[in-house]
C-alpha cells in the first residue's frame, strides 16, 4: 500500500467513479437534456390558488446554495401566537410524472454532495432556477401554514398551492452574526425584525421538541473544502441560531404534511429512525459519563443526559454525540396507509414525520408534493400502496449509497491531507465494530480510519489513542494501529 502521491490527484474523476460503482447515474441523459431546455420547461401559473409574493419572503441557506427549496416568512397574532408560512419549490409543477427528467430523479433518488463536484437530482437549469427560489423571481410554490404558541404547540396548520416571490437570499453566517449583534453590517428593519420573529419562533418550537425527547445531536461537521480539483483541506460546520430557524421549521412543516395527509386519509410516506437496537451502548456510554439510562429506550431520559452532557462539558460534546449518533442507526422511509400505524422517528421524539422540504434534492420529497396535491384537487392518490412501498425501499437504498459516496470521499480527502503525517499519533473516538472491521474517528482532524492492528476489545463511542501507519487515497484507506 502506497504511503505517497506523487502524481495530481484527480478527486473529480475520482467521485466520478465512485458514484458508478455506487450505481449512480452521474450524467443526465440527452432526452432530459431536450426536456429541460425546451421552452415548455418553464412553469405555468395554472392552479396556483393565492398570490402571496407582497409577503418579505427570505431563504437561509450556505453561502453557495442555488438550489433554494424552502422560503419563510412569520407574524405575531394578537393572542401572542406566531404564524409561520414555509415555502417549498413546486417542483412538481415543472417535473411531470410521466418525463424523462421524473424517471432519471427517480432513479438517483437524491442529490449527491461530495465536497468537490456536486451531482445534484435535477439538471441545473431547474434545481438552480426554474424550480429554485431565487431571490426577486416569481416562483410557484406549496405553502405550509402554522401557528406556534407561546410553549411551542403546532396548533394550527394549512396547506395550499401559490405564487411568492423571495425577498432576500441570506446565508447562514450572515443570519447568525445578524443575530447575535456581531456584523458590521444591518438589515432592513423590516428584515431584521422578520427574522428575529423567526428566531422565537424557532425557539419555542426547539424547547417543546427538546421536552418531549428530541435528541440535542451534532455541534460540528466537516466538509471536504476542494478548490480547482485540488484539495486544500475541510470547511468546518457548527451550529447557529440561523441554523436552528431553518431546522426547526423544516422539522415542524415536515409533521404538519404528515398530519395533513393523515387527516385526509391518503397515503404518506414517512421518515422513521427506530428505537435503537444498540441502546446497551448508548446506556454504557451514559453510565461512563456517571448516568444511569431506563433499561429500555427511553428518548426523554436520553435528551435530558445529552442537555446535560453539553452544559457540563460543551468541547468534548461532539465526540459524545457522534458516538450516540452512530449507536441509533439510519432513517428509512415506510409507507402508512390511512388508519395505519407504524414506529415514529426516536431521535426527533415526534410520530408524524415526513421528508417534503427539499423536492429539488430528494426524490421522496418531490412525491409527498404529489401526494400533497391530490389531496388539496381532492383527486385520488396518484400511487397505490404497493408503487409507494417500491419508491420507500429504492429512496432508503439510494440514500444509503450516497452516504456511502460522500463519506468515501471525506475519507479520500482525509487521506490527501494525512500522507504527509505517517507516524503521528492522535486521540480517537471509536465509530464503528463489525466484522468488517473496526474504525475510529481522529479528534483533531476531521479524519475516519481502520484500525488494524490493536482493535480487539473497542466498542462505539470508546476513546482511544491511535497511530497513522498508512493512507491510500485512491482506495480511501487510513488504516490505523491502537497506540502503545
Given amino acids: 500500500m502506497s504511503n505517497s502521491n506523487p502524481l495530481p490527484f484527480d478527486f473529480n474523476r475520482k467521485a466520478r467513479e465512485e458514484m458508478v460503482h455506487e450505481g449512480f447515474q452521474p450524467d443526465f441523459p440527452a432526452q432530459v437534456t431536450q426536456e429541460v431546455n425546451s421552452d415548455k420547461a418553464a412553469p405555468t401559473q395554472n392552479g396556483v390558488r393565492r398570490d402571496l409574493r407582497n409577503l418579505l419572503w427570505s431563504s437561509i441557506d450556505n453561502n453557495q446554495s442555488r438550489d433554494l427549496d424552502q422560503v419563510e416568512w412569520a407574524e405575531r397574532l394578537p393572542n401572542g401566537n406566531i404564524r409561520v408560512l414555509v415555502g417549498i419549490a413546486d417542483v412538481d409543477a415543472v417535473v411531470t410524472a410521466n418525463s424523462a427528467t421524473n424517471a432519471h430523479a427517480r432513479a438517483n433518488a437524491t442529490s449527491v454532495y461530495t ?34 404558541s407561546a410553549d411551542g404547540d403546532v396548533v394550527c396548520a394549512d396547506h395550499c398551492a401559490a405564487l411568492l416571490r423571495n425577498k432576500a437570499k ?45 435528541l440535542t445531536l451534532g455541534g460540528v461537521e466537516s ?35 404528515a398530519q395533513f395527509l393523515r387527516a385526509h386519509n ?12 444498540r441502546w446497551d451502548r448508548i446506556q454504557a456510554i451514559a453510565a461512563a459519563a456517571g448516568t444511569k439510562l431506563p433499561d429500555a429506550p427511553d428518548a426523554k431520559a436520553l435528551s435530558e443526559f445529552l442537555l446535560a452532557r453539553k452544559q457540563a462539558d460543551p468541547d468534548r460534546f461532539p465526540e459524545l ?18 388508519g395505519g400505524e407504524h414506529e415514529g422517528h426516536f431521535g426527533l421524539a415526534v410520530q408524524d414525520y415526513t421528508h417534503s422540504t427539499a423536492p429539488n434534492r430528494r426524490y421522496a420529497d418531490l412525491v409527498m408534493q404529489r401526494l400533497l396535491k391530490a389531496a388539496l384537487d381532492k383527486v385520488p392518490c396518484p400511487f397505490s400502496e404497493a408503487e409507494l412501498s417500491e419508491v420507500a425501499a429504492h429512496c432508503t437504498e439510494r440514500e444509503s ?38 474504525y475510529a474517528r481522529l479528534l483533531s482532524v476531521p479524519a475516519e480510519g481502520r484500525v488494524v492492528h490493536g482493535e ?23 488504516d490505523l494501529t491502537v497506540a502503545a
Fill in 115 to 148: 465536497g468537490g463536484p456536486v451531482f445534484p437530482m435535477l439538471p441545473e437549469r431547474l434545481s438552480t432556477d426554474l424550480t429554485s427560489l431565487s431571490q426577486d423571481a416569481d416562483r410557484r410554490a406549496i405553502v405550509m401554514e402554522f401557528v406556534v
Fill in 170 to 214: 441570506l446565508n447562514y453566517d450572515q443570519v447568525a452574526a445578524w443575530l447575535a449583534g456581531a456584523s458590521s453590517s444591518a438589515p432592513p428593519a423590516d428584515l431584521r425584525d422578520q427574522l428575529f420573529l423567526q428566531q422565537e419562533a424557532s425557539q419555542r418550537l426547539k424547547r417543546f421538541r427538546t421536552e418531549r425527547g428530541a
Fill in 223 to 257: 466538509v471536504p473544502l476542494v478548490v480547482n480539483n485540488s484539495v486544500h483541506g475541510f470547511d468546518i460546520v457548527r451550529g447557529s441560531p440561523a441554523r436552528d430557524i431553518i431546522e426547526s421549521f423544516m422539522i415542524a412543516a415536515n409533521v404538519a404534511m
Fill in 266 to 277: 391518503f397515503l404518506c410516506l414517512r421518515r422513521i429512525v427506530r428505537t435503537p437496537k
Fill in 321 to 338: 454525540s457522534l458516538a450516540v449518533l452512530k449507536s441509533l442507526g439510519p432513517g428509512e422511509y415506510v409507507v402508512e396507509h390511512p
Fill in 401 to 438: 449509497a450516497a452516504r456511502h459516496v460522500e463519506r468515501f470521499m471525506k475519507k479520500v480527502a482525509a487521506a490527501i491531507m494525512l500522507g504527509p503525517q505517517i507516524g503521528k499519533t492522535f486521540d480517537a473516538i471509536v465509530t464503528g465494530v463489525s466484522p468488517k472491521g473496526t
Fill in 456 to 478: 480487539k476489545g473497542l466498542d462505539v463511542g470508546q476513546k482511544t489513542r491511535v497511530q497513522l501507519i498508512s493512507v491510500d487515497p485512491q482506495r480511501g484507506f487510513i
